[in-house]
């Protein structure tokens, strides 16, 4: 079945830089790679997501980059804000409604 | 309006008691799921339902007992309940088909004492 490895597991940030989270999947057959945010207390959101026939997709501050060859999938975070302070996951699926959650990583954006 | 809702959002209780959770959808959608976070927050399905049919069921302990009464509604009941239990029970729903955005509830605290 299909394994979601995602590091780091904390990454601590100043406000303006940028943030990098980078997951690994095993199943070649995925092909939906969905991000979700979740805030302390709250449930996790999709803030954005790619599928294998594109290599990346941005919105405003942030993009998802994908290689299929090497089955890496990375979200990236620019000018990184306090509000951005969550724990991130990232998610592969194949051809079924399952998705499968890489560990998480807990992002910290300090003022 | 609430899009996926679930009852109740604390849930305290002793060993070997039986409860349930449930949860509830307005947004129209065929698939709802269920999903355990536990202390480390790792986020793992535990079923999966398409139309009131289990179409996934992870290697969950059969303690644990979903049910569809219809497309909208999918409860989760735990019987004998054990301290390993204890965590936060998410459900969502997504559109029927693959790679569809899956919209997660506020989820349920479960406290096993």
């Known amino acids: 079945g299909e394994n979601v490895e995602q590091h780091p597991s904390t990454l601590s940030v100043q406000e303006g830089d940028s943030a990098v989270i980078k997951c690994t999947y095993s199943?070649?057959?995925?092909?939906?790679f969905p991000w979700y945010k979740q805030e302390l207390g709250k449930r996790p959101q999709l803030i954005i997501d790619?599928?294998?026939?594109?290599g990346e997709k941005k919105d405003q501050r942030i993009a998802v980059t994908l290689n299929k060859t090497a089955k890496h999938f990375s979200l990236h975070i620019t000018e990184t804000q306090p509000e951005d302070s969550a724990v991130y996951f990232c998610?592969?699926?194949?051809?079924?409604?399952?998705?499968?959650f890489g560990t998480g990583t807990r992002l910290q954006v300090f003022p | 309006d609430t899009a996926v809702s679930q009852t109740p959002k604390y849930l305290v209780t002793q060993m070997g008691n039986d409860k349930s959770i449930k949860c509830e959808q307005n947004?129209?959608?065929?698939?709802m799921y269920w999903y355990k976070q536990d202390s480390k927050k790792f986020l793992k399905i535990m079923f999966s339902?398409?139309?009131?049919?289990?179409?996934i069921n992870e290697t969950v302990p059969n303690r644990f007992s979903p049910k569809s009464p219809d497309k909208a509604h999918l409860n989760l009941h735990i019987n004998s309940l054990e301290l390993g239990d204890s965590a936060v029970y998410f459900c969502?729903?997504?559109?029927?088909?693959?790679?569809?955005?899956?919209?997660f509830g506020p989820g349920t605290r479960l406290t096993v004492l």
């Open positions: 969502a729903s997504s559109k029927r088909g693959k790679g569809n955005e899956q919209f």
């Open positions: 199943d070649s057959a995925s092909n939906y």
């Open positions: 790619i599928r294998s026939n594109v």
């Open positions: 998610a592969a699926s194949d051809n079924t409604d399952k998705l499968i």
């Open positions: 947004l129209g959608h065929d698939t």
């Open positions: 339902y398409n139309n009131k049919e289990l179409i």
